[in-house]
């Protein structure tokens, strides 16, 4: 392998690099850009309170909490919420979404 032949794979990888690195930007920005507009548009379908309890569940249950953010997003733009949605409205509507736990009892004979 020549000296050329050499110069031209290095130079055809940093472009590919390059490109990887660009695209890999692009994606970083446009997650930024939707998280952003989730985050705005639960800004105007939540209370403060009902906004500070979900950021709490995030906490713990970071799926849990992305998906039930989902959702609002979701009733909100299909037009099904027409005021913002309260602590206690939450409250109800994660107590509908979350599973219901199975209860054990164990009986000693």
């Known amino acids: ?8 794979l290095r130079r055809r990888r940093m472009a590919q690099l ?14 930024q850009r939707a998280k952003s507009a989730m985050q705005m548009a639960l800004m105007q ?9 979900l950021n709490t ?13 989902q959702q609002l997003v ?14 206690a409205q939450l409250k109800d509507l994660l107590r509908q979404l979350i599973p219901a736990k199975k209860d054990f009892n164990i009986v000693r004979k």
């Open 1 to 8: 392998m020549g000296d050329d032949e050499l110069a031209e």
């Open 18 to 31: 390059q490109s990887q690195q660009m695209d890999q930007q692009q994606m970083d920005e446009e997650k």
């Open 45 to 53: 379908i939540l209370e403060p309170e009902a906004r500070e309890r």
């Open 57 to 69: 569940i995030r906490l713990t249950k970071p799926e849990f909490a992305a998906g039930v953010e």
């Open 74 to 87: 979701m009733l909100a733009q299909s037009g099904r919420i027409k005021q913002k949605i309260s602590d």
